[in-house]
């Protein structure tokens, strides 16, 4: 029984060969079939010559203006940093960056964003420069000011206090935004957690050198998200310091130990049980956890945590995840889960295979390891 397409699948066909993609870059983003897509596309372009003899003026002149629209809302997507489903705040920005260029109704259409909250977020910043923004200045320095005359003991109620016993007006939202805002709490909340994660060993075995003599003596692991309709995909993946080579990696619909754990199995059996390895990553829970850092100590693999705040000490992983993004998930649009993850594989594996990097003298990763096997 032959398969049945929908027709945003078959719309989504059309407009990526209308954007200039030949039909077999088209299927190979799809999954659909080369002669399905031909068919689909004759179908589409003799339809539009029957109905173009019925059209009036100013029915072509709607239409016209639609295509133009669309291509601008395509040109946006394509020059934003983000996608139409990350956070507001990131699309506001995104947004505001481009609206010298593109009118406010094409902007919040590409990045799904209300145009009052648009409005909003320009006259916020507008309201910078007011007396208002000079009033929460001088008591944003008052409040820090109290924090630290206190021991930083002090929460919002009491910095609220001490601020009307001095004759300055104020509420406790405004103080809890502005603290927040600055970064500080009372050193009460989480002292305990705090002193509980210092009895644990969060040893930095790389401390940022990230160039290394020899395949598998170290490698690097994260996690990043990546949404599209309407849910949200965990992608964890592993790098080999030596060459930049994405080990494995794993997709998955919950950000847990599990899918690092198998992550890492998977690329440490694939890597032949490599001896002598560091696997280093930043602090999150699913790398702390109790069943992760069993997985590592019974495969005898020295595990290594970036500094606290320090997001540069896994640059290199965070690097993958921003090319990725940029190069593949960004720029397509996946009709299905199926599709993502596909997409995800090709993308690592032409990583892998042919994209030169500039630590490996402009060689892919599989190249220089080659290379490395000659030499040695």
Known sequence: MPKKFTKEQKRQVIQMKEE???????????????????????????????????FSY????????????????????????????????????????LSKQYSVHVLCEALKLPRGTFYNHILRNKRENTVYAKHRE????????????????F????????????????????????????????????A???????????????QQKFDVEKPNQVWVGDTTQFRFHNRTYYICAIVDLYSRKVVGYGISNK????LSKTTFLKAFSERNCPSDL???SDRGSN????????????????????????????????????????????????????AFKKAVKDYIDFYNAKRPHANNKYLSPNEFESQYRENK
């Not at 950000?255 to 599990?258: A, L």
Request: hydrophobic share 35%; aromatic share 8%; glycine share 4%.
């Open 192 to 206: 305990k957690r705090a002193y509980k994660a210092e009895q644990r060993e969060y040893t930095n075995h790389v």
């Open 20 to 54: 200039g993609l030949s039909t077999v870059v088209i299927a190979g983003k799809t999954g659909i079939s080369q002669s399905t897509i031909r068919r689909w596309i004759q179908l589409f372009n003799d339809q539009r010559d029957v109905t173009k003899e019925h």
């Open 138 to 153: 001088e008591l944003r320095a008052k409040i820090l000011e109290i924090y630290h005359d206190n021991l930083q003991i």
């Open 278 to 280: 560091i696997f280093h």
């Open 255 to 258: 950000n847990s130990t599990h």
């Open 155 to 190: 929460g919002a109620d009491k910095i609220v206090a001490v601020l009307k016993r001095n004759g300055i007006p104020s509420s406790k939202k405004m103080v809890q935004e502005l603290m927040s805002e600055m970064g500080i709490s009372s050193i009460r909340n989480g």
């Open 287 to 338: 790398f702390q956890s109790a069943t992760f850092r069993a997985c590592l100590a019974e495969h005898l693999v020295v595990q290594s945590f970036s500094n606290p705040y320090t997001p540069h000490d896994n640059a290199v992983i965070e690097s993958f995840f921003s090319n990725m993004k940029r190069e593949e998930l960004y720029r397509t649009r996946y009709p299905s889960e199926s």
């Open 58 to 97: 100013s029915d072509y002149s709607n239409l016209r203006r639609r295509y133009e629209k669309s291509q601008k809302v395509i040109e946006v997507l394509h020059k934003v940093n983000c996608s139409a489903n990350a956070p507001t705040q990131e699309k506001l920005l995104e947004a505001e960056a």
